[in-house]
């Protein structure tokens, strides 16, 4: 859907600021500033994304951003979230998804050779070089 990583980033992280300051303005408790680890060298690519809870607070973008306790805490349960969803996918579709990218291309094809080429956009970014190496086969 995102041709760049970093779009999808800002767009995922603006959505859980707003959230979470909406939450925040409903038991009247504010908030001053955000602060999120800077993943993209564009600031303003978090901040274009913001609605009207986020417009509200001042948006820290820092690199090392897990300096701040929030951060690491935030980091500690993504992480566990993703594995907990990664490991769901391996038991949905029956195979070891790589988590990093090491093995792509074979798991990518017994993957599309067991489901087809449109799901693999269910389990992978799709718009990358590696994509054309998994489907030559095909």
């Known amino acids: 859907k995102y041709k760049n ?15 979470g300051l909406k939450d925040l303005k409903s038991k009247n408790i504010q908030c001053n500033y955000v602060v999120i680890d800077q993943f993209s060298s564009s600031k303003s690519r978090v901040v274009n994304e913001l609605g009207e809870y986020g417009r509200e607070c001042d948006l820290i973008q820092r690199h090392r951003g897990e300096e701040d306790i929030a951060v690491a805490s935030a980091s500690i349960i993504a992480r566990g979230i993703f594995i907990q969803e990664w490991e769901r996918m391996c038991s949905k ?19 599309v050779s067991m489901y087809g080429q449109e799901k693999l956009r269910d389990v992978a970014k799709v718009g990358f070089k590696t994509t054309q190496k998994i489907f030559s086969l095909y």
């Open 5 to 19: 990583v970093s779009i999808l980033l800002a767009k995922q992280h603006a959505l859980v600021i707003e959230e």
């Open 93 to 111: 579709y029956k195979l070891n998804f790589p988590k990093g990218a090491s093995d792509v291309i074979s798991t990518g094809r017994e993957f």
